[in-house]
T-cell receptor, first 110, second 113 residues
């Protein structure tokens, strides 16, 4: 089983749509959780950290379920500029490295 | 911008050669991590340096080695290059041994022919 697994994608949605990405992780000892965004041929950029209580940043909402080892990202009112690859990320047991999922590609069209 | 810089941006090498990639961390950060990202995959952890010592290593062979300098900048060295080493190499900067958030540089795209 891969350490971090994400929806395979790609997701193709119209502007204004709501889209949800799901992710599971295998190491119950992971303590930090993130969503990163990566544009084509660019470096990953931190989108948001994910907390057990859930957190929201504008149109983006992240949820964490530690019991199910499940992380989600919801994007409301999709914009063309949201088109990118979204990477689900957890830290390793020692806390010294980030473990990335393969990423899910989102394409928003007008 | 994160303040993390990498050089060179692109590099073409021949199988069997050696390569050195460089990274300058964000001001105030004493930890540098290196990742390899193959096409269509997520980044894979190579190793981390904290205060000039290797502080964790992923599943990469010994021909991948590194250094961190007193100013916290870092180098990644790869010996005996193989075709599968072709990838985007990312440097990430953070503070402390335990990772909370990391900030990535723009990467070095290495092509091995």
């Amino acid at each position: 089983r891969k350490e971090v697994e994400q929806d395979p994608g790609p997701f193709n949605v119209p502007e204004g749509a709501t889209v949800a990405f799901n992710c599971t992780y295998s190491n119950s000892a992971s303590q930090s959780f993130f969503w990163y965004r990566q544009d084509c041929r660019k470096e990953p950029k931190l989108l948001m950290s994910v907390y057990s209580s859930g957190n929201e940043d504008g149109r983006f909402t992240a949820q964490l379920n530690r019991a199910s080892q499940y992380i989600s990202l919801l994007i409301r009112d999709s914009k063309l500029s949201d088109s990118a690859t979204y990477l689900c990320v957890v830290n390793n047991q020692a806390g010294t490295a980030l473990i990335f999922g393969k990423g899910t590609t989102l394409s928003v069209s007008s | 911008e994160t303040g993390v810089t990498q050089s060179p941006t692109h590099l073409i090498k021949t199988r069997g050669q050696q390569v050195t990639l460089r990274c300058s961390s964000q001001s105030g950060h004493n930890t540098v991590s290196w990742y390899q990202q193959a096409l269509g995959q997520g980044p894979q952890f190579i190793f981390q340096y904290y205060r000039e010592e290797e502080n964790g290593r992923g599943n990469f062979p010994p021909r991948f080695s590194g250094l961190q300098f007193p100013n916290y900048s870092s180098e990644l060295n790869v010996n005996a290059l193989e075709l599968d080493d072709s990838a985007l190499y990312l440097c990430a900067s953070s503070s402390g041994q335990v990772i909370n958030e990391q900030y990535f540089g723009p990467g070095t795209r290495l092509t091995v022919t």
